[in-house]
């Protein structure tokens, strides 16, 4: 299993850094591993996919530099493939290849957005020389729109990802509302992003030059709260040596970001509504008000309307927070982030670990597709902190760079029935997912037969009336061991 301590060198040693990703979708057996052979000697990384379906399936959970498509496979036809990559996406670089090379279908390929078209017996000196061009023309191409993007926009967040609508609808607003003064809540579960949000709110107003003050109100003890953030003069109560600077003396002209807000007193509530009124406070035990400028922004992951009708809450204080709301969607309702959060992770943590990078700084990891797939049908009730662990994890467990399904975190793979939980007994787990149960039913049932056909899996695999291969692949999965025949 897993090693404990420093892991040995071999693992750990970065693979020669790649060129560019490679998707090569063929269902000829023979090109696909001669065009996988020669990329490779060239230090691109190649994906095969081996026909049409599992090829767009790839596009959709990873990025490439550049695609190869066949042109008859038996599935889809090579120009279906084309036209569907050219609805979803009309960048990555396309070559078409085929067996049956003909003007006619050169032209319709270039017509429905391929970059280039080979026809074989293809010279691979000049096929090399043309993925090199293309993707170095891509690269550029790609850097120029999105600087002119950052340009075009005036406001660009390099360390908050998201494309999916809802969260472009929250950067949009966040770039309109960070200039004012005005109070701002956000509310999301746990993981959201919250803090990151309130951090951009501020680094983009014209506070960005003044401090940015987070108080974990959960975490402060309620006595000490106060005067934490309103400050206090020496002798203020036992304790009080010397005088104190209150938070929020210190974020004047700044921000200051209220993290749990609806976990602070109702006494405390009293004395931050004066603040947001009269923009004053007197630290304890003082006599003098202070006067300060400060932007407040407050996060909650709890209901803090049902904490108003409850009384917990301060109705007034609420409404004043609540100038303008910020409701971060959880991940499970933007999946489509999920691939580009991923890759952010896996580079952020790449780079702190130095691991493999390519020459462009950008992580080479990536998880197998059937490792991606977990990943986008899993609920994240943590969201996008959860998520970032199980990447950071994968980065430090990872031993190449495509990352497999068994360096997902247990409880994952429980949930797919690809780990089955049992109690002392054997038995399966009170709480066991229908994926454990039917898991576990298949496991029993290929070792009946396993047994009745005598350990043979060629033999069981016809009785079972599934390809061997596919057999294989479940005993592996499922944890069987395979006894010697005849014992
Ligand atoms: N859209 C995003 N892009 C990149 N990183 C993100 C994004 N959203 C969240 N993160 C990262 O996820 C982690 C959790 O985010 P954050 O601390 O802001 O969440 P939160 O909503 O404040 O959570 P909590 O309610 O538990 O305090 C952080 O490391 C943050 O950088
Ligand atoms: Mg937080």
């Given amino acids: 299993m897993i090693p404990e301590g420093p892991l040995p060198a071999d693992v750990i040693a970065p693979e020669t850094t790649s060129r560019g990703r490679v998707l090569v979708i063929d269902d000829e057996p023979d090109i696909r591993e001669s065009l996988e052979a020669l990329l490779a ?33 038996p599935d889809k036809s090579g120009m279906e493939v084309l036209e569907e990559i050219r609805l979803r ?27 280039d078209y080979f026809a074989k017996p293809w010279d691979n000196e000049k096929l090399l020389i043309e993925i090199e061009r293309m993707i170095s023309k891509h690269r550029l191409e790609r850097e120029n729109t999105e600087l002119k993007r950052a340009l075009k926009q005036r406001y660009s967040f390099p360390n908050i990802v998201g494309k999916s609508e809802r969260m472009m609808k929250i950067l949009d607003l966040v770039a309109q509302v960070a200039a004012s003064r005005a109070t701002i809540l956000i509310t999301g579960e746990t993981g959201t992003g919250k803090e990151l949000i309130a951090n951009a709110i501020h680094a983009y107003s014209a506070r960005s030059e003044h401090p940015f003050v987070p108080v974990h109100s959960g975490s402060v003890p309620p006595d000490l709260l106060e005067s934490a953030l309103f400050g206090h003069v020496k002798g203020a109560f036992t304790g009080a040596v010397a005088s104190r600077k209150g938070y929020f003396e210190i974020a004047n002209r700044g921000t200051i970001f209220f993290d749990e807000i609806g976990t602070i007193s109702l006494e405390t509530q009293t004395k931050l509504l004066r603040v947001i009124q009269e923009r004053e406070f007197m630290p304890l035990g003082s006599t003098e008000t202070i006067r300060v400028d400060v932007r407040i922004v407050a996060a909650t992951n709890a209901e803090l309307k049902r904490a108003v009708e ?20 959880p991940l499970r309702d933007r999946k489509e982030d999920i691939p580009a959060l991923v890759d952010h992770f896996f580079a952020k943590y790449c780079k702190e670990n130095e691991k493999y990078l390519d020459a462009s700084g950008r992580s080479e990891l990536r998880f197998e597709p059937e490792a991606m797939q977990i990943l986008m049908d899993h609920l994240w009730p943590g969201n996008v902190r959860e998520l970032e662990n199980v990447v950071e994890r994968a980065v430090v467990l990872a031993s190449q760079t495509s990352v497999p399904v068994d360096v997902l975190p247990e409880h994952l793979l429980e949930a797919k029935g690809l780990r089955i939980r049992r109690d002392e007994s054997g038995h399966l787990t009170a709480d066991a997912s229908l994926f454990e149960i039917v898991a576990d039913y298949e496991r029993r049932k290929i070792i009946e037969q396993l047994e009745t056909s005598d350990w043979s899996q060629t033999a069981a695999a016809e009785a079972l009336r599934v390809p061997l291969s596919t057999l294989n692949q479940k005993i592996k999965r499922l944890n069987i061991e395979i006894r010697k025949r005849g014992s």
């Fill in 89 to 115: 996406d009309r960048e990555t670089p396309l070559f078409m290849i085929t067996a049956y090379g003909s003007i006619e279908v050169a032209v319709e390929a270039l017509k429905r957005g391929a970059n």
């Fill in 41 to 73: 000697s060239e230090n691109y990384r190649v994906d095969l996919a081996f026909n049409a379906t599992e090829g767009l399936k790839k596009l959709e959970t990873s990025t490439y530099d550049l695609v190869l498509v066949d042109l008859m496979m």
């Fill in 310 to 329: 409850e009384g917990k809450f301060r109705e007034d204080l609420y409404y004043r927070l609540n100038v303008i709301n910020l409701a971060l969607p």
